[in-house]
């Protein structure tokens, strides 16, 4: 590899030692850790996220400190052995038992204490108590029970003894009534007398119920691992010291300071805890002021950042600064990050990071990604080899390269024509980018409704008639929601999809998802399931709809003052504006919704035309230096009114599916007759890309920038060119052409099932990250190659099924579809592997970590490992088939939908959108496996060696 063809392996190769190296600095040299600050107060220490052993010892007034890392699972060998020097000889520290989620259970024991198991009830919610012999609880501040305690006050305490037959008897000391739960009778004891005592039977004293519910002669606690997350381990130890030893359980867990646990060992005194150890910095951040920032008309928070000081006595330093998501703090060393905060808002929790080894694994993912992408252009590399033998003209390679740089009834209140003219007024969005209103009442409307139009309206005639008549519209179903869960929380019938903006209030309008969203706004977004994530969609969605209500969405008035560019909401204008400029604003608002208001009782729409002009002058007046050109307005609102990507979705599937057909019938019968067809489908797709290239410079000419700055625009870019791609390919295979198409109609699919435009509305800060738009850019584009190859390789196995020695021709195209179906996983793999070190660099940069075995994490991982094994079993002698490599490269394809869909919705993790729920796997699913292995099957009989991997 050390020779000049082969620079761009050996980058490639040594680019995973360095970044092992990275990895081993950051793993033996860096750590993590939380810290928490109280406003107004200052702290130098952090609580490690890593659990530790901390031994302290205690001898002839000398103490000895031993702090031992350990890692601890319920699927890891628990037992470690470790021994520490003191001046009298080694004691030794030797765990014999975890538990990952540690709970006490009660179980018979005949040389334990006897127990006994209560329910007491004060009228709310019941309690489960355990008492041992000898206990003493107190229940009440005037009231306390207790279980043969010789030292319990019978003044104030009801005494249950156990007698000498293993019955029950008991003293209380007021009179009390009881019923048998079996039988219903009932009646009442004295006070100070002893009585027998019952199981299942209820006694009542003072407003408290009790009854027994386990009495065992002898029992003792247990510690077990449970299914649930109790968010505390326990650890068993045994110290053994100058011939002695004693069992110690140790409770804790990361994040968590351990509690220490003391034995006596001769004359030494040993304690020992398990758990986060505390580390001291070499400075101080002091909590000056934490900002809680919320949704307009609700309780729920939308962003929070903490203002501190760098304290540094060392260095003379007093440094203020911002933290906040994707904001990071970075101080000799340490990083920064905001995590949390405390449940009375007055109180912050920092992620720390601690990483030497962050600059040598940023190399390493520099040198993997030239290396891939050098491979990749490389003449001697094995796509440039396939590449050429496709076509070997020079524009067809170009193109090539090219390719590989993709990554209920309302009546219509509002008249159409106005609503058209109210969807030309300019209105600036929230990052200062001047655009029609048509554009911002689109967004809102797939936002809130998850379509453009309400029952035959137009989003400008629904926006319009909510900002006009919103006492109306509160109470019409319009909010899109999708889990019941939230349905049963607002208290409204599961099956309804749509609800009203009221429903999400109570008789005295609290917010009802108030608390929910309070809890979820806690948890770190790994730990936020299904439920979660969905409270948080719909809350951003009736937020929304409260914007629309009160107008604060329409930033459509300039402000009158030199040098600000910033454009006001109504209500921001009347309370930011000097008069005479705030009355203006009043009084052009108030003329224009009144208009409205009398335009939609009597239909005519004149009055609102002008009122809507005067609007648009006072926007000339002020703000002229920021409208955009009229052609680009003219532009966009073309653009808005074709809607072009989402109707070319449905074409690219019919004229594909189409062309598939066709070109199956003339490959098996070898039917010249129909070329005509599949040129008409040629030129059909040929002029809907044309509209598609058109669509996306239309959009860069709106924008001013590239068509692939976000999510969505990454996809319709993809599908852009994976088209170019089958046009190219299909010079030499048609069927190429016709596979493109299918997979470019299934990715604009997508992006509009999942079209969110970020500038409607505040979202989590962390999602604004630029890392994570090159991130998920990148991974998506791989997806639609893997997705081509998956295509491409079930095709080949349906041709393999018709093979025979009379049909030449089949064998030809199997060849080249072979040829196109390597290139384009090869694209594939490329592109998820570098989309995966981005991904990585974008979860250090905003939580601190590289890698957190997240789900989608390991299961991206998985599929590199896979296609990487695809693409190397060329190099296999027996696995050198193009039978084989359809084969894997259509079941490979189940890695990639497991990463997209199967962790989305069967498994937990920051990626996904439930917590492993069992989501009944669809029908369809079972078909594709069933009809995928019949014709795996049915292929193999004609897979034999005539049809090899391209050379």
Not at 199 to 209: A, N, P, V
Not at 452 to 470: C, E, I, R, T
Not at 536 to 548: P, T
Not at 908 to 934: E, L, Q, R
Request: proline fraction near 5%; glycine fraction near 6%.
């Amino acid at each position: 590899m050390y020779r000049k063809g082969k620079l761009a392996r050996l980058i490639f190769h040594v680019s995973f030692i360095v970044i092992i190296l990275g990895a081993a600095v950051t793993r033996y040299f860096g750590y993590e850790g939380m810290m928490h600050i109280r406003e107004a107060e200052a702290s130098n220490t952090i609580l490690t996220n890593d659990t530790y052993i901390r031994t302290v010892i205690e001898q002839n007034g000398q103490r000895i400190e031993d702090t031992k890392p350990v890692l601890f699972s319920a699927a890891t060998d628990s037992e470690i052995s470790y021994a520490i020097d003191t001046p009298k000889g080694a004691l030794t520290v030797t765990t014999t038992a975890f538990y990952q989620n540690a709970a006490e259970t009660i179980v018979p024991d005949p040389e334990g204490k006897p127990y006994l198991g209560l329910v007491l009830s004060d009228g709310t919610q019941p309690q489960s108590v355990d008492l041992f012999l000898g206990d003493l609880l107190p229940v009440t501040p005037n009231l306390a029970i207790a279980f043969d305690n010789p030292a319990a006050d019978p003044a104030r305490t009801l005494i249950i003894r156990q007698n000498q037959d293993g019955t029950l008897s008991f003293q209380a000391p007021e009179a009390l009534q009881w019923m048998s739960m079996d039988t219903r009778e009932n009646g009442s004891l004295a006070a100070g007398q002893p009585h027998p005592m019952q199981t299942r039977t209820l006694y009542g004293m003072s407003g408290l119920q009790m009854v027994i519910k386990t009495h065992l002669p002898g029992a003792r606690k247990q510690l077990v691992d449970t299914r649930e997350k109790t968010g505390v381990s326990a650890l068993k130890a045994t110290v053994s010291y100058q011939g002695q030893s004693k069992e110690v359980t140790l409770f804790g867990s990361g994040g968590m300071e351990g509690q220490d646990e003391s034995v006596q060992l001769g004359d030494s005194r040993v304690n020992l805890s398990y758990g986060s150890v505390r580390v001291t910095l070499p400075f101080a951040l002091k909590l000056n002021a934490f900002v809680l920032d919320r949704y307009p008309g609700s309780m729920s928070p939308s962003s929070y950042e903490s203002h501190v000081t760098v304290l540094d006595e060392k260095n003379n330093v007093s440094m203020p600064y911002h933290i906040y998501m994707n904001h990071i703090l970075v101080y000799e060393g340490y990083r920064f990050y905001q995590s949390s905060y405390d449940q009375d808002e007055l109180g912050t929790i920092l992620s720390v990071a601690h990483d030497p080894g962050m600059i040598p694994t940023y190399i390493g993912y520099f040198l993997m990604t030239v290396g891939l992408v050098w491979v990749l252009f490389a003449r001697k590399a094995r796509f440039r080899q396939l590449a050429d033998s496709v076509n070997k003209s020079a524009a067809a390679v170009a193109l090539t390269l090219l390719t590989l740089a993709s990554g209920a009834s309302l009546h219509a209140s509002v008249a159409p024509e106005h609503a058209e003219n109210f969807g030309q007024l300019l209105v600036q969005d929230v990052q200062g980018r001047i655009k029609p209103v048509d554009t911002l009442t689109m967004e809102i409307m797939n936002k809130v409704h998850r379509d453009y139009q309400l029952d035959g309206l137009s989003a400008n005639q629904v926006v319009l008639s909510m900002l006009s008549a919103p006492q109306e519209w509160q109470t019409r179903k319009v909010i899109r929601v999708s889990n019941d869960g939230v349905n049963a929380m607002l208290g409204v019938d599961p099956s309804d999809k749509y609800l009203s903006f009221r429903e999400f209030f109570d008789a005295n309008m609290k917010y009802l998802l108030r608390d929910a969203l309070e809890e979820v706004n806690r948890k770190r977004p790994a730990d936020r399931g299904k439920l979660d994530k969905e409270l948080l969609k719909v809350d951003e969605r009736a937020n929304i709809c409260y914007m629309v209500y009160n107008g604060d969405l329409f930033r459509i008035f300039p402000s009158p003052n030199a040098g600000d560019t910033r454009w006001y909401s109504p209500r921001e204008a009347l309370q930011s504006f000097e008069k005479p400029f705030s009355d203006e604003v009043q009084q052009l608002t108030l003329n224009y919704l009144n208009a409205v208001g009398s335009a939609e009782a009597s239909g005519e729409w004149a009055a609102a035309d002008k009122a809507l002009d005067d609007i648009r002058a006072f926007q000339s007046r002020h703000g002229a230096k920021l409208f955009p050109h009229p052609a680009v307005v003219k532009a966009e609102l073309i653009s808005n009114d074709f809607n072009i990507f989402e109707r070319l979705a449905p074409v690219y599937g019919l004229l594909g599916f189409a062309l598939l057909a066709i070109l199956f019938v003339s490959i098996i019968n070898n039917n010249p007759a129909m070329k005509l067809p599949v040129k008409i489908g040629f030129y059909l797709l040929l002029a809907a890309f044309i509209a598609h290239t058109a669509g996306l410079g239309l959009r860069w000419y709106i924008s001013g920038h590239a068509p692939w700055s976000n999510g969505y625009e990454s996809l319709i870019y993809i599908s852009w060119a994976t088209l170019l791609a089958g046009l190219f390919f299909s010079k030499k295979s048609s069927m190429t052409l016709a596979a493109t198409s299918i997979l470019a109609a299934l990715t604009l699919f997508v992006a509009h099932l999942s079209w969110m435009d970020p500038q409607i509305t505040n979202l989590v800060p962390v999602l604004k990250s630029y890392w994570l738009t090159i991130h998920v850019s990148i991974i998506s584009a791989s997806y639609g190659f893997l997705a081509l190859g998956a295509l491409l390789g079930f095709i080949t196995m349906v041709l393999f099924i018709f093979r025979s020695a009379t049909k030449p021709h089949i064998d030809k195209a199997i060849k080249e579809l072979t040829k196109i179906n390597e290139m384009s996983i090869i694209i594939g793999l490329v592109m998820i592997s570098i989309g995966n070190m981005l991904g990585a660099v974008w979860a250090n940069e905003s939580w601190g970590r590289y890698w957190s075995w997240d789900a989608k994490e390991t299961w991206t991982l998985v599929s590199i490992m896979i296609y990487a094994f695809v693409v190397h079993t060329r190099f296999i002698p027996k696995l050198k088939t193009a039978y084989f490599n359809a084969l894997m490269s259509t079941v490979a394809f189940a890695s990639i939908i497991m990463t997209y869909f199967g962790v989305n919705y069967y498994l937990s993790g920051m990626h996904s959108y439930a917590a492993g729920d069992p989501i009944p796997v669809p029908s369809f699913v079972y078909y594709t496996i069933i009809v995928v292995a019949a014709v795996a099957i049915a292929a193999a009989r004609n897979s034999d060696a005539r049809s090899p991997l391209a050379k």
